[in-house]
């Protein structure tokens, strides 16, 4: 069983910066993408940042230049560092992850984690 936390999250006034994780357990092989989704009250779930095992980086649009995503490949967390945040930046923030994990041999597959809440106001 493979298992992914997000933590970091939580309320910010406009300007402000908060820092996102997501920890990776289990009988994980290797730890391919990562990546940080995010869905806000009404609309669709959106890719905000990806990063690929070796390290390669893109954003959405409306991120880039003020969110950074990073990855510890010995610790299996993934990082989104999130710096002068607006209201419209306010959704339930979801980690994703491809992993290659044990079972009776090797398998991969996508995981979610159930995500954590980031509201920006003032």
């Known amino acids: 069983q493979v298992q992914l936390v997000e933590s970091g999250g939580g309320l910010v006034q406009p300007g402000g910066s908060l820092r996102l994780s997501c920890a990776a357990s289990?009988?994980?092989?290797?730890?391919?993408?990562m990546a940080w989704y995010r869905q806000a009250p009404g609309k669709e779930r959106e890719l905000v940042a990806h990063i690929s095992s070796g390290g390669s980086t893109n954003y959405a649009d409306s991120v880039k230049g003020r969110f950074t995503i990073s990855r510890d490949n010995a610790e299996r967390t993934a990082y989104l560092q999130m710096n002068s945040l607006k209201p419209e930046d306010t959704a339930v923030y979801y980690c994703?992850?491809?992993?290659?994990?044990?079972?009776?041999?090797?398998?991969?597959?996508?995981?979610w984690g159930r995500g954590t809440q980031v509201t920006v106001s003032s």
């Open positions: 289990g009988r994980i092989f290797s730890i391919n993408a």
């Open positions: 994703y992850g491809d992993i290659t994990y044990e079972s009776t041999g090797i398998a991969r597959d996508e995981y």
